[in-house]
């Protein structure tokens, strides 16, 4: 039963209709959390003690570079279901990932940069984790242009997907490059293995940012791939009927 | 799975696989360069090794050492330290926000006769955030 459940859901058709009835609902509903999240930590949460008010960037920077990382992760998940199991919706989802993560990348790199001009002195240095972070906006980029650089959209979909594992290698070295280099990027704030070097009165609010973040960009993935799926069906019969 | 499907998976881990090796490999092989910075004990070491030239830029990076901040003549005195070994540094320029006495920097220029000529400051500041009022506690 599970397996045909998952036969019907993973049919474009099926999937569409399920993302035509809840996608623009969630995307509300987590934008509207979104906002909400950054007038908690822009308006009513106290300045740091070493930064001031300019940490408050925070509530955007850090849900940015988070999900630039976790998208490539889902993308190559996405990827890897479509080489092995030749899921045409997983080759959809893949590809309408590439742009918003592109953007939510390049949000993360400017963010960051407008955050380094008060407190390190400097938007920009060739530091291991902004290098890195680079390193995924252009691959994004790339992905991007090779997709669209194929007339045989079904070969694009099997290049790109073999990119995206290739590219996969970034994801640790962006994790982990404060800690193997000496940076400017100080060390990560919040891990899974110890107590978070925040304050709960900061991480709450930083918390509910992130994980606002995390539906508002899975909404507009939904509603982008529906696009996509409009886009390569359209010849479908089913297509036609809407 | 099926046998053909297996197959794939093989060729999918395949390919991460030899992707994390290879880059792997470069990153190990570049390691000694990709250092973003040295503390004064690195620079003062290397210098005895391999004798930098006095126009080579270099990145210095450490603790500005408690009560050595001082300005004479228009320029910014203090020193970079590591708690094994501290550097002078001069600089003429504007110092960021977060520089501080016993806060972390990186200063980028030239090291000449023992002393630190930077032409840029950055503060370096920890992973740590709270609000003003706690530091009482």
């Given at each position: 039963?599970?397996?045909?459940?998952?036969?019907?859901?993973?049919?474009?058709?099926?999937?569409?209709a399920?993302a035509?009835?809840?996608?623009?609902?969630?995307?509300?509903?987590f934008?509207?959390?979104?906002?909400?999240?950054?007038?908690?930590?822009?308006?009513?949460?106290?300045p740091d003690?070493?930064?001031?008010?300019?940490?408050?960037?925070?509530?955007?920077?850090?849900?940015?570079?988070?999900?630039?990382?976790?998208?490539f992760v889902v993308?190559?998940?996405?990827?890897?279901?479509?080489?092995?199991?030749?899921?045409?919706?997983?080759?959809?989802v893949?590809?309408?990932i590439?742009p918003?993560?592109?953007?939510?990348?390049?949000?993360?790199?400017?963010?960051g940069?407008?955050?380094?001009?008060?407190?390190?002195?400097?938007?920009?240095?060739?530091?291991?984790?902004?290098?890195?972070?680079?390193?995924?906006?252009?691959?994004?980029?790339?992905?991007?242009?090779?997709?669209?650089?194929?007339?045989?959209?079904?070969?694009?979909?099997?290049?790109?997907?073999?990119?995206?594992?290739?590219?996969?290698?970034?994801i640790p070295?962006?994790?982990?490059?404060?800690?193997?280099?000496?940076?400017?990027?100080?060390?990560?704030?919040?891990?899974?293995?110890?107590?978070?070097?925040?304050?709960?009165?900061?991480?709450?609010?930083?918390?509910f940012?992130?994980?606002?973040?995390?539906g508002?960009?899975?909404?507009?993935?939904?509603?982008s791939?529906?696009?996509?799926?409009?886009?390569?069906?359209?010849?479908?019969?089913?297509?036609?009927?809407? | 799975?099926?046998?053909?499907?297996?197959?794939?998976?093989?060729?999918?881990?395949?390919?991460?696989?030899?992707s994390?090796?290879?880059?792997?490999?470069i990153?190990?092989?570049?390691?000694?360069?990709?250092?973003?910075?040295?503390t004064?004990?690195?620079?003062?070491?290397?210098?005895?090794?391999?004798v930098?030239?006095?126009?080579?830029?270099?990145?210095?990076?450490?603790m500005?050492?408690?009560?050595?901040?001082?300005?004479?003549?228009?320029?910014?005195?203090?020193?970079?330290?590591?708690?094994?070994?501290?550097?002078?540094?001069?600089?003429?320029?504007?110092?960021?926000?977060?520089?501080?006495?016993?806060?972390?920097?990186?200063?980028?220029?030239?090291?000449n006769d023992?002393?630190?000529?930077?032409?840029?400051?950055?503060?370096k500041?920890?992973?740590?955030?709270?609000?003003?009022?706690?530091?009482?506690?």
């Amino acid at each position: 039963m599970i397996k045909k459940f998952f036969h019907q859901f993973a049919s474009p058709k099926s999937y569409f209709a399920i993302a035509n009835k809840f996608g623009k609902p969630f995307l509300t509903f987590f934008f509207l959390l979104y906002i909400s999240a950054l007038v908690w930590g822009l308006f009513f949460t106290p300045p740091d003690l070493v930064q001031g008010n300019s940490y408050r960037i925070i509530y955007m920077h850090v849900p940015a570079s988070f999900m630039a990382q976790i998208l490539f992760v889902v993308m190559a998940i996405t990827s890897a279901v479509f080489l092995i199991w030749r899921l045409k919706l997983a080759a959809y989802v893949s590809k309408s990932i590439a742009p918003i993560g592109a953007i939510v990348t390049f949000f993360a790199l400017f963010s960051g940069s407008i955050w380094g001009i008060p407190t390190w002195g400097t938007w920009w240095q060739w530091d291991a984790r902004i290098t890195s972070t680079l390193i995924l906006f252009i691959m994004y980029l790339g992905l991007i242009s090779l997709h669209a650089s194929f007339e045989n959209k079904d070969k694009a979909d099997k290049f790109f997907s073999v990119l995206v594992l290739i590219g996969l290698v970034n994801i640790p070295i962006i994790k982990k490059s404060v800690d193997w280099w000496s940076t400017l990027h100080q060390s990560a704030s919040i891990t899974l293995t110890s107590k978070p070097a925040i304050d709960p009165v900061m991480l709450y609010p930083l918390m509910f940012s992130i994980v606002s973040f995390i539906g508002l960009i899975f909404g507009l993935i939904i509603l982008s791939s529906q696009n996509e799926i409009l886009k390569r069906e359209k010849y479908k019969s089913w297509v036609k009927n809407i | 799975m099926k046998k053909h499907r297996k197959k794939r998976l093989f060729g999918v881990l395949l390919i991460i696989g030899s992707s994390c090796l290879g880059i792997g490999l470069i990153l190990y092989a570049l390691n000694s360069n990709l250092d973003y910075f040295l503390t004064p004990s690195e620079l003062k070491k290397s210098n005895e090794n391999v004798v930098l030239s006095s126009n080579t830029r270099v990145k210095l990076g450490g603790m500005v050492k408690k009560d050595s901040f001082f300005i004479n003549e228009n320029k910014v005195n203090f020193e970079v330290t590591d708690f094994e070994d501290s550097i002078k540094v001069i600089y003429e320029g504007l110092l960021p926000d977060l520089f501080k006495e016993g806060k972390g920097i990186v200063v980028l220029g030239k090291y000449n006769d023992g002393i630190f000529y930077a032409d840029e400051v950055f503060a370096k500041h920890d992973e740590n955030y709270m609000p003003p009022n706690l530091e009482l506690d």
